[in-house]
């Protein structure tokens, strides 16, 4: 389905700001070669541009790419401004994100790892 992440495995955000001009082929390159990741993988990679009003999103779907473009009317994304870094995020940060919040929420109650209980 055209621009599913129900089936993505990771999701990564291109930390500063990226240019926008960049087409399929260019942020491939951008994923291979500045990161040192394989953008055919079962990830979902973002980047904003300067401003923070708008982002792409690349997703390799098995047969082809998938490029999704978003612009806000109004206001900005709580884009982290960290250049050269990529962060792996939750489907929680991902929402979050989307809805122009920050991706690190202090009060949000963090999710435990254990089996095993005392």
């Known amino acids: 389905m055209l621009g599913d992440i129900s089936s993505v495995e990771h999701i990564y955000i291109a930390c500063g700001h990226t240019d926008m001009r960049k087409s399929i082929d ?9 990161f ?13 541009g300067r401003k923070h009003d708008r982002l792409k999103a690349l997703l390799f779907e098995g047969d082809g790419f998938v490029l999704l473009y978003k612009r806000l009317e109004n206001g900005k994304f709580q884009w982290p401004d960290t ?4 962060l792996d995020l939750s489907r929680q940060q991902l929402r979050w994100l989307l809805e ?3 991706i690190t929420q202090p009060k949000a109650v963090k999710k435990i790892t254990t089996k095993s209980c005392i």
């Open 83 to 86: 250049p050269e870094e990529v």
């Open 36 to 48: 040192k990741m394989d953008p055919f993988d079962k990830s979902l990679f973002l980047f904003s």
């Open 100 to 102: 122009g919040l920050c």
């Open 26 to 34: 260019g942020l491939c390159c951008l994923v291979q070669q500045k």
